[in-house]
């Protein structure tokens, strides 16, 4: 993440930008922030300076009100995933002892951007009304259900990304929490694969193939834009679809993500 590209486009959107936003210039911002901060930990710390220079419109409030409960979700579920005793074999603990700080990481950044905003975190039920009983005591339901959190979670900020149009900078930090989510997403369906010997299911997506089902519905769709790709440029309908990642609503993105929240 270039900071300070942020700041440039800043300036390009609001003349007054480097005036209100207190320690825009690189090397005050380094001063404030330290030399010596963690490149993990300056997202959190750019993101205070931009919620206090920068007003959010009530739709991207409302935008990163819904990622923050998800990253809520998904941060307390890697938690207890890795807090839970011989459930995570060693070979992989370090993949999800990563994901899990990148997800604490989220959560940071998002609450600090929204501030007084921001929503309390919610109490989640892991087991989905019984649906995963056993999901932190068996590794196979475990994955199974990363892979379904983070497939969820890649749809949903794409199809939120429109309503943050009118707010480029919220937008620009959506998508980069979106490209990181999709690499967990790859990591999971990966681990997902050989878990529950599915040779069709790889990193990406082809077609609808997923280890939940009702997670993919929609992802063979063709039509992009409004335009069938379906037989342009000779490509084959599988990889098509592995082309696009396809948005979800927020109320679809609820519906899957509802059981898993008790309040």
């Not at 993440?1 to 690189?26: H, N, T, V, W």
């Not at 579920?77 to 807090?83: E, L, P, Q």
């Not at 379904?148 to 949903?156: F, H, I, M, S, Y």
Request: hydrophobic share 50%; net charge neutral.
């Amino acid at each position: 993440m270039d900071i300070f590209k942020i700041i440039d486009q800043f300036q390009k959107i609001d003349g007054d930008a480097a005036g209100r936003l207190e320690y825009a210039s690189r090397r005050l911002f380094m001063n404030k922030f330290g030399s010596k901060l963690a490149a993990a930990a300056i997202p959190t710390a750019f993101a205070a300076v931009v919620n206090k220079a920068f007003a959010q419109s009530a739709a991207a409030v409302d935008v990163l009100n819904y990622a923050l409960t998800l990253e809520y979700l998904e941060d307390e579920f890697y938690k207890a995933g890795n807090a839970a005793a011989n459930l995570i074999p060693a070979s992989d603990k370090a993949i999800f002892t990563q994901i899990g700080k990148h997800e604490t990481q989220h959560v940071a950044f998002l609450v600090k951007a929204l501030g007084t905003k921001a929503i309390a975190k919610p109490t989640f039920d892991f087991q989905y009304g019984g649906a995963f009983g056993d999901v932190f005591t068996n590794y196979k339901t475990f994955v199974t259900v990363s892979s379904a959190l983070e497939d969820t979670g890649v749809r949903a900020y794409k199809g939120q990304a429109g309503a943050l149009i009118a707010d480029p900078q919220i937008l620009e930090y959506a998508l980069q929490v979106h490209s990181v989510e999709a690499r967990h997403a790859a990591v999971a369906r990966r681990l997902a694969a050989t878990l529950l010997g599915n040779a069709a299911m790889k990193g990406w997506i082809t077609g609808k193939e997923g280890a939940v089902a009702a997670i993919y519905a929609g992802e063979d769709n063709m039509t992009q834009g409004g335009v069938n790709i379906k037989g342009l440029a000779s490509k084959t309908d599988a990889a098509i679809t592995e082309a696009f990642d396809e948005p979800l609503t927020k109320e679809a993105v609820l519906a899957i993500a509802g059981p898993f929240i008790k309040k």
